[in-house]
């Protein structure tokens, strides 16, 4: 039997990186990105599917209804949400499943799994926050002072989070994200049969 997975919650500000940072950690054996249901326009770049599934407003009431997600959020006016059909499975396989979600939605998700690990991914500073987000160019000004509005009460949430990781260098947060996992990989709370099957009494 596998061992049960690490539900990962991974919050940060909008331009904190989330996405940079995870398309690295991705190609890593056994990390499973969940991926989450939104009504917010499709960026050009992104793939329906792939970083969200873009849906009307009215299919994701539907799913609401339906008791299909895990949970949701309003964000900037469009709703965010994790759907749930596949989280225990991948979580029963062993899976390190990820899902990148606001502050809301992480402390929902606290509640309903008390093991989850969270990690709140943090700019070097609010400075380099705005260049990022002016430089994507996938919003426009007025959005980008709502988010930046946002983003200073989300970080205000970090120290709610298990862990905090700087995204300055790619590589480095990366690399802190991966320390992260193998840390908790081996608590010994998620680690109870291991001694028994040592000496073979399971
Ligand atoms: P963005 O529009 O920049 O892709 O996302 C806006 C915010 O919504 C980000 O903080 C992102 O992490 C969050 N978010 C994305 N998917 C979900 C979700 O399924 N649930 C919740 N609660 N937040 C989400």
Redesign the pocket.
């Known amino acids: 039997m596998n061992k049960k997975g690490i539900l990962l919650v991974l ?1 940060g ?2 331009g904190s990186g ?1 996405d940079t940072v995870l398309n690295e950690l991705a190609k890593d054996d056994g990390i499973q990105l969940s991926v ?3 009504t ?1 326009a499709k960026r050009d770049w992104e793939i329906d599917g792939t970083h ?1 599934y873009f849906v009307t407003p009215e299919y994701f009431k539907r799913k609401i209804e339906a008791d299909e997600v895990l ?3 309003v ?2 006016g469009n709703y ?3 759907p749930k059909a596949a989280i225990d499975e991948w979580l029963n396989e062993g899976k390190t499943v990820v ?4 502050v ?2 992480a402390a929902n998700i606290r509640r309903i799994y008390p093991d989850a690990v969270s990690v709140f991914l943090l700019p070097p500073s609010m400075k380099v926050l705005e260049e990022r987000l002016f430089r994507r160019e996938s919003e426009d000004t007025e959005e980008i002072k709502r988010r930046l509005k946002i983003a200073e009460s989300e970080i205000l949430q970090a120290e709610y989070y298990d862990y905090v990781v700087v995204n300055d260098v790619l590589d480095y947060a990366v690399s802190d994200l991966r320390t992260i996992i193998s840390a908790e990989n081996k608590k010994t709370s998620r680690n109870k049969d291991l001694i028994n099957k040592i000496l073979k009494r399971i």
């Open positions: 919050s500000p909008s989330k989450s249901m939104t917010r969200y949970e949701y959020t964000y900037s965010y949400g994790t899902l990148k979600i606001e809301e939605g």
